[in-house]
């Protein structure tokens, strides 16, 4: 049997394509779990271009930026703006380059963070190495995991401590990945976190491509998630909050104690969201019926949410590794599976129809009645 074919999966063409009037569509390629290609989106009007994901970080997406520019008539020192829809590597990769040589603004949701979430409004001039050298000095020294509180408090520090709120290793990126990041940033000596010049909040109104786009806050995918909708002409640029044939990764380790419901929410919203013709997606190609997606995908984690009951009716008190082991095909086994079985279980043990229980070695169990 054949899986069905996934468009994020595709990797990325080197044609740039008018998806709406002045809206252009780059591809970036990517190579990330379930992913082949970022879509950058460029928003042209009479002062030159803001470009929305700008790709993962590093010489080698740079480069092909410049080349799809080109294909478009544009110059690195023609984009103004750049527009980062949430807190991720292959979104924002771009953005302190651009702002660094056109001197572009950076616009992101008012909550962007990236690694070490302080409760503060200075941004994280921290890389994911930091972070990993942190988690291994605490290791090396022994300490012991610190008192996570009431289960369903999420560290806000997740790699610092480094063990996961369910008392599991927590997700790094490859290693290859890690070193490229070192690479740039040892030879840029910039951190490849953008400094957001112009924070942003669910309400506020972009002139953008000549046209008014509506911010909307779409936290679940991550907390500061957000989509930009033109209702004049219906044009909806969805980030990752609503993707074409796959579902976005729901991470356990969030500062909601529980990101699922925020995410439902999130889907519910942007449903009612009228006029929208066109959906201008982060991966995958454009598609129309934004309302059936964004059910569709509620649907699937409704399916998701069952299907765990089940396997904690056969399991009894389970850990979440235990679950996830379940819950997903043995190729997705692993932190990422298991940061989304978390916000699965938290979210029903909210609900009432899932108890935890954390056992001495700091591991969480679950049960489901
Ligand atoms: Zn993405």
Same mark, same amino acid.
């Given at each position: 049997m054949t899986r069905p074919h996934k468009q994020e999966q595709e990797s990325a063409r080197e044609e740039v394509t008018e998806v709406a009037p002045n809206v252009l569509r780059m591809q970036l390629p990517i190579r990330m779990p379930g992913l082949g290609h970022v879509n950058c989106y460029a928003l042209l009007d009479e002062r030159g271009a803001a470009v929305v994901d700008p790709g993962l970080p590093g010489s080698a997406t740079w480069k092909t930026l410049q080349q799809r520019l080109a294909r478009a008539g544009l110059r690195v020192r023609d984009v103004h703006t750049v527009i980062v829809t949430h807190s991720h590597p292959d979104h924002f990769g771009g953005a302190t380059r651009f702002a660094k040589e056109a001197g572009s603004r950076v616009i992101a949701h008012r909550s962007f963070r990236f690694g070490v979430s302080e409760a503060t409004h200075e941004q994280p001039e921290v890389s994911v190495d930091d972070l990993a050298a942190h988690a291994d000095r605490e290791a090396s020294l022994g300490e012991e995991p610190r008192q996570r509180g009431p289960v369903g408090h999420t560290p806000r520090e997740p790699w610092k401590i480094g063990r996961t709120p369910w008392g599991g290793e927590p997700p790094r990126p490859s290693f290859k990945m890690r070193m490229r990041w070192r690479m740039a940033r040892w030879l840029g000596g910039l951190s490849f976190v953008p400094r957001i010049s112009d924070p942003v909040s669910g309400g506020d109104v972009l002139r953008l491509a000549g046209r008014d786009w509506f911010v909307v806050h779409t936290p679940g995918h991550t907390e500061d998630h957000f989509c930009l909708h033109d209702p004049d002409e219906g044009l909806f640029l969805a980030g990752d909050h609503v993707l074409p044939t796959i579902t976005p990764h729901i991470s356990g380790l969030s500062l909601r104690a529980d990101p699922l419901a925020a995410y439902f929410e999130s889907l519910d919203r942007v449903a009612d969201i009228q006029p929208v013709h066109?959906?201008?997606? !982060?991966?995958?190609?454009?598609f129309d %019926?934004? !309302? %059936?997606?964004?059910? !569709?995908i509620q649907k699937h984690h409704v399916e998701r949410l069952e299907k765990v009951k089940s396997i904690g009716r056969e399991l009894g008190l389970a850990s979440v590794e235990a679950f996830s082991q379940r819950l997903f095909k043995q190729?997705?086994?692993?932190?990422?599976?298991?940061?989304?079985?978390? !916000?699965?279980?938290?979210?029903?043990r909210r609900l009432g129809m899932a108890e935890a229980r954390r056992q001495q070695d700091g591991r969480l169990f679950y049960s489901t009645g």
């Open positions: 066109q959906v201008l997606p !982060a991966h995958g190609h454009p %019926d934004l !309302a %059936d997606r964004c059910r !569709a190729r997705s086994w692993g932190a990422m599976a298991e940061s989304e079985t978390f !916000a699965h279980l938290e979210h029903l």
